[in-house]
């Protein structure tokens, strides 16, 4: 079955403390791994698109990587207003649906 | 400026109402979404739309209806056949499957949503 976990649901930093948010898949066939932010009460905002194995995408604090089975988010020394609910999803294939993670809330304190 | 509209942004039924939700988005992109989003839980498609006066399912479309009568605008009906309609509903749209310089790995870009609530 096709799928998207995302690990761990819930991660609490303290301001510039890096680490790594997690996205594994199962699918046949990737044809695209999506990152989107989403603030409480907002629509997810488009953050990074990855479409092949070693591929890596940077904008400001967030640097996105994918392997063949799994894709990080990468958070350099975040600053509160990072404090989001981050989604992945993956698109097979031959369909035009996207699969999406649970996400995974960060919560950066100052 | 460019971007996709949802109204209202809170709304409430009642036991046996239709509700509609308006989505309209001036990007001029072919393709639209609906997706119901519940806490812990990823999003998931109601209906989508690759062109007007065309919709497929998704994979919860029981009790939900749309239609696309305008490339702008895809409006969706949560009718009273939907047991739990309170969710947060979330529109989306993007350049249709297979076109533009990101052929199949086109973006979906979202709405603010709309947040129902049965009473």
Known sequence: ????????????????????????????GLRGLFWYRQDPGKGPEFLFTLYSAGEEKEKERLKATLTKKESFLH???PKPEDSATYLCAARMDSNYQLIWGAGTKLIIKP | DGGITQ?????FRK??????LSCEQNLNHDAMYWYRQDPGQGLRLIYYSQIVNDFQKGDIAEGYSVSREKKESFPLTVTSAQKNPTAFYLCASSIRFGQGAGGAYNEQFFGPGTRLTVL
């Open chain 2, 15 to 20: 036991e046996g109402q239709n509700v509609t």
């Open chain 1, 75 to 77: 958070i350099t020394a």
């Open chain 2, 7 to 11: 109204s209202p942004k809170y709304l």
């Open chain 1, 1 to 28: 079955e096709d799928q998207v976990t995302q690990s761990p649901e819930a991660l609490r930093l303290q301001e510039g403390e890096s680490s790594s948010l997690n996205c594994s898949y199962t699918v046949s």
